[in-house]
């Protein structure tokens, strides 16, 4: 919540309105100077550092659909991917608002579904006792 109000009381700044996402950060540090270089600069290798474990998840992930996927080294896997999704991003940043939107609703379309399974699994199938020998 405290983001959210962050947020909200960046965004109804005059000087910064209209301003969205990296824009409306670089307008808020500007008057640090270096300093605010710095930190928009740390901030965008943080995209990069956030990613890595997602990448390298993905790579696993597709090894594991069978041997075929398997022989092919996991460093290709991390760069197709992330070729796929850089060209998503890139068609998607023109309609932010949209398709984020859309994600969201994806999501929680998908959560309920989900839950429903985890909690069956939970309190039907294995009545809340779970092996740890095996």
Do not use: C
Request: proline share 3%; glycine share 10%; no cysteine.
């Amino acid at each position: 919540m405290l983001l959210e109000i962050l947020g909200l009381a960046l965004s109804t700044v005059p000087t910064l309105k209209g301003k969205i996402g990296g824009e409306l950060f670089a307008g808020v540090v500007s008057p640090l100077g270096g300093i605010g270089t710095l930190i928009l600069m740390l901030l965008a290798l943080s995209v990069v550092a956030n990613n890595i474990p997602n990448d390298y998840s993905l790579a696993l992930s597709i090894q594991l659909l069978g041997r075929f996927f398997g022989r092919i080294n996991r460093a290709v896997w991390t760069v197709i991917g992330a070729a796929i999704y850089v060209a998503i991003a890139i068609t998607a940043a023109h309609n932010f608002n949209e398709t984020l939107t859309d994600f969201l609703l994806l999501i929680g379309y998908w959560l309920g579904p989900w839950s429903i399974v985890v909690i069956l699994e939970h309190f039907v199938f294995r009545r809340g006792h779970y092996s740890i020998n095996s």
